[in-house]
C-alpha cells in the first residue's frame, strides 16, 4: 500500500526509535506479557515479584512503575473481590522494590477503594432486592390469575426467574443504577487518580 505524501511527511518527523527506546518498548513488551500471566493467575504475587526484582537488579527498575500503573488500569467497580484482592496484592509486591517505597499510604489507599467497591456492591445488591420485592408480589399475583383462567393445575410457571428479568428491565432499576454508576464510577476514578500519584 503506498502512503500518501503526508503520511510519509509525519513519519519522517516522528524518526526513527532510539536505541533506548526499543529497550523499553522490548521490555515493557515482556512486561505485558509477565502481567497477563499474572491476571490469568499462572503466576502467583510472589511470582511476580520475583519477575520484578529480576528486572529491576538489571536495571530496568522503570518497569516497577510501568506494572503498577497497569495493575490500577485493571481496577474497577465490578470485578470480584478475587480479581481485586490479585490486583492489590500485586501493586503492594511491587511497591517493596522500590528503594523509595510509599507502602504504608498505598495501602490506606487501596483500602479505600476496596471500601467503595464493596459499598456500590451492598447498595447496588439492597436496591435490586427491594425492587424483586415489589415485583414479585405482582408476578405471583398474575402467575396465580394465569393458573386460574387456564386451569392450568400443576403448570410450572418461573416465578424467580420472571421476577428477576422484570426488576433488570424496570425503569426503576434503571434509573438507579445509572445513577448509581455515575456517581461511584466518578469517585473510583477521583481515588485511583491519587493512588497513580503515590506511585
Known amino acids: 500500500m503506498e502512503l500518501s505524501p503526508l503520511a510519509r511527511e509525519k513519519l519522517a518527523q516522528i524518526g ?3 536505541q533506548e527506546e526499543k529497550v523499553r518498548l522490548k521490555y515493557s513488551q515482556h512486561l505485558a506479557s509477565v502481567l497477563s500471566d499474572y ?3 499462572k503466576l502467583s504475587p510472589e511470582d511476580l515479584w520475583q519477575e520484578l526484582r529480576k528486572q529491576k537488579e538489571e536495571g530496568r527498575e522503570f518497569l516497577l512503575r510501568e506494572a503498577q500503573l ?7 467497580l465490578s470485578g470480584s473481590e478475587r480479581d481485586f484482592d490479585r490486583q492489590r496484592r500485586g501493586i503492594l509486591a511491587v511497591e517493596t522494590l522500590k528503594s523509595e517505597s510509599n507502602y504504608t499510604a498505598l495501602e490506606q489507599s487501596l483500602n479505600s477503594i476496596q471500601n467503595l467497591r464493596r459499598k456500590y456492591g451492598e447498595e447496588s445488591a439492597k436496591t435490586f432486592r427491594e425492587i424483586k420485592g415489589k415485583i414479585e408480589k405482582q408476578v405471583r399475583l398474575a402467575a396465580q390469575q394465569l393458573a386460574a383462567q387456564t386451569g392450568a393445575r400443576g403448570a410450572s410457571i418461573d416465578v424467580q426467574g420472571s421476577v428477576e428479568a422484570t426488576a433488570k428491565a424496570s425503569p426503576e432499576w434503571k434509573s438507579f ?3 448509581h454508576e455515575s456517581s461511584f464510577s466518578q469517585k473510583l476514578k477521583d481515588q485511583l487518580a491519587a493512588l497513580r500519584e503515590m506511585i
Open 16 to 18: 526513527e526509535l532510539t
Open 70 to 76: 497497569k495493575l490500577i488500569d485493571a481496577v474497577n
Open 177 to 179: 443504577i445509572s445513577k
Open 39 to 41: 491476571f490469568t493467575a
